[in-house]
């Protein structure tokens, strides 16, 4: 199977904390994307929103079952799916570039192959608009400060920078 590489480039006005914010607290994403529901079904090692929580994202669909491995904050959210898609080694890397102006670029790269290689064309496309549609949906949620005010704030002891 080869693997499927995507990159997904989206600029939000906001800064990279409002946007770090919203990606790290799944409990605000029925609020803004495309996501009926979020369930936290494993709080994080050191931080209840951290690496080793289990992110479950839910649409009538779908089940995505998502484990956060890696959190620079303000920076980059990592994470690999666990179940819910037909994929295999699917891991993705949300990275958040700022700009001199204090907007944000938000890069979203996923990796993963098809369990059925036949397939790898279709999901390809349906990741790509996907994560593009997401990663909009975020860009345009963190410039709403409601939006971003409802979201845990991150816990000081979280990675370093």
Known sequence: MDQIDILVETVSQAAPGAVFRLLRDGSTWPGW???????????????????????????????????????????????????GLPFEDYRADVDLVPDPAGHTTIRWRARFRARHPVLGGFWRWFMIQTLRNVSRQLARAAENPTIVASADRPAPTEGSS
Do not use: K
């Open 33 to 83: 994307s495309v996501f009926d529901r979020f369930e936290l079904e494993r709080e994080g090692d050191d931080d209840r929103l951290g690496v080793g929580a289990i992110r479950v994202f839910i649409t009538r669909v779908s089940r995505a079952r998502e484990e956060v491995v890696e959190i620079i904050p303000d920076r980059r959210l990592s994470y690999v799916l666990l179940s």
